[in-house]
Every structure is written in C-alpha cells, then in structure tokens.
C-alpha cells in the first residue's frame, strides 16, 4: 500500500479514536496516513427505509475524490451499515481496489446493552480495519480462526480473531507486493 487516508463521518472528534486507529494502521501496513475530512454527503447513501447507510454507495462516495489520490482510502463511520443482502454488515471493501469502510455502530458494547467498554471499540475498530483493508490488497476470507481476515457475522467473532494476518496470508500479502514492484 502507497499510502492511506482515513475518512471519519458521524465519528465523534473529540475522543482521539480515529487518530489512534491512523498509527495503528500506519504500523501495520508501513505506509504514510492521514486523516481527511469527507468531500461527499454521507447521506447521498442513507436508506430510509432501512435507517442504515448502505456501504456500496460510501465505497463509490469515497472513491469519487476530487483530490484524485492514489493512496487507499478508508471510510470510518459510527452509522450502521448494511448492504442488500445482509441485515448489516461491520465494513466493506473493494476486492483488490482502493476503498474500503468499516462502521463502529456495532462494534461498541453500547450497541448490545452493555456499557461503554473504549479499549473494547479500538481494539475491534482495529481487527475490521485491518480485515476491509486486507482485502483492498486482494486478500480474500481465511479459515485460520486466528487470522483478522476470518470472515465475522457476529461482534464474539471479531473478539475471537486476531488483529493479525496469519502466515498464508502474510506470504500472499509479500508476494502480491514482490510482483508489484
């Protein structure tokens, strides 16, 4: 990865989460981060009649940068997300592109009538970032229980995950980057 820009909408500023997730993954990845206001209205993607966000139309929103940029781009979000087919989703990417978005909606314990557990956000904001951002590199669901790309339907396996690729994946991360170069 060249380069990566983080676009928080509907985070709230003040609590630094988004800027701790930028070194996270700025130490993960090995690449230069920011921190970017929206250029789009993250409402252009709202379903009424769900009252969720459908994260396809923030992929295309994220994409449509009037900077042009190369670097990956990554959404961070506190609505919640779905796309047609599921009933939500924590995230979505674009299979070996450049965007990706992931959404703390259902990641904070809040959301599950438990209370407010910051450490608990960050470290699952971190898990789904690393997975979305795992698959703009091209990287696709992984069977290792361990290993952050292991596909998560429910917040207890995001828990039960690493924030780490696995070997696998890590060797198909290196050589993506070999062939690349």
Same mark, same amino acid.
Do not use: I
């Given at each position: !990865? ?5 676009? *928080? @909408? ?5 609590? /630094? ?11 993960? @990845? ?11 209205? *993250? ?20 994409l449509?940068?009037?900077e ?6 990554l /959404? ?9 087919v ?5 995230g979505?990417?674009?299979?070996? /592109?450049?965007?990706a ?6 990641l904070?314990?809040?959301a ?8 608990l956000?960050h470290?699952?904001l971190?898990?789904?970032a690393?997975?979305e ?15 952050? !790309?292991r ?5 207890e396996?995001?828990?039960?995950? /690493?924030?780490e @690729?696995?070997?696998g ?7 993506r ?5």
């Amino acid at each position: !990865m060249r380069a990566l820009e983080l676009v *928080p @909408f509907y985070v709230p500023a003040n609590d /630094g989460l988004v800027e701790r997730l930028a070194v996270e993954l700025e130490r993960e @990845f090995g690449c230069p981060t920011r921190v970017r206001r929206p250029w789009f209205d *993250p409402e252009d993607a709202y379903d009424a009649e769900r009252g969720q966000y459908d994260s396809t139309k923030l992929l295309a929103l994220l994409l449509d940068d009037p900077e042009a940029s190369d670097a990956c781009v990554l /959404g961070v979000t506190g609505v919640d997300l779905f796309v047609p087919v599921l009933t939500f989703v924590y995230g979505e990417a674009q299979l070996d /592109g450049r965007a990706a978005v992931v959404s703390l909606h259902r990641l904070r314990a809040e959301a599950y009538g438990l209370a407010a557990n910051a450490a608990l956000c960050h470290e699952r904001l971190v898990k789904e970032a690393v997975h979305e951002l795992g698959h703009v590199q091209g990287l696709l669901h992984c069977t290792d229980p361990s290993c952050v !790309m292991r596909a998560s339907t429910y917040v207890e396996q995001v828990d039960a995950k /690493g924030r780490e @690729f696995c070997d696998g994946c890590t060797a198909r991360l290196t050589s993506r980057a070999a062939s690349a170069d």
